[in-house]
Nanobody, 122 residues
Framework: QVQLVESGGGLVQAGGSLRLSCAFSGRTFSSYAMGWFHQAPGKERKFVSAISLSGGSTYYTDSVKGRFTISRDNAKNTVYLQMTGLKPEDTAVYYC???????????????WGQGTQVTVSS
């Protein structure tokens, strides 16, 4: 059974940076595409970014392009989301997710973490 544990969330001022980490265990990490999603209070969970098995392909929702960077370290079984230029509208719980095979922008991922809160003050 895959387990995902996010860390790195917190409170930051607008314009600041955070790096989220997601530790993967239980299966072969390099066999899973990884994604980051967020969910603001009272809103649906939405796609933020995803990365292919090798890390060679990355995907972003338009609102974070140029500000967020997804990466993975297959030796450490960890995926990262470097967030810069944070805005109050980025405030949400951020979830990492694992999917067997190809990365996608939908919610059809096989495993989910428990989430980490990111709060951006204005």
């Amino acid at each position: 059974q895959v387990q995902l544990v996010e860390s790195g969330g917190g409170l930051v001022q607008a314009g600041g940076s955070l790096r989220l980490s997601c530790a993967f265990s239980g299966r072969t990490f390099s066999s899973y595409a990884m994604g980051w999603f967020h969910q603001a209070p009272g809103k649906e969970r939405k796609f933020v970014s995803a990365i292919s098995l090798s890390g060679g392909s990355t995907y972003y929702t338009d609102s974070v392009k140029g500000r967020f960077t997804i990466s993975r370290d297959n030796a450490k079984n960890t995926v990262y989301l470097q967030m810069t230029g944070l805005k109050p509208e980025d405030t949400a719980v951020y979830y990492c997710a694992a999917k067997w095979g190809l990365a996608t922008r939908d919610l059809n991922y096989d495993y989910w973490g428990q989430g980490t809160q990111v709060t951006v003050s204005s």
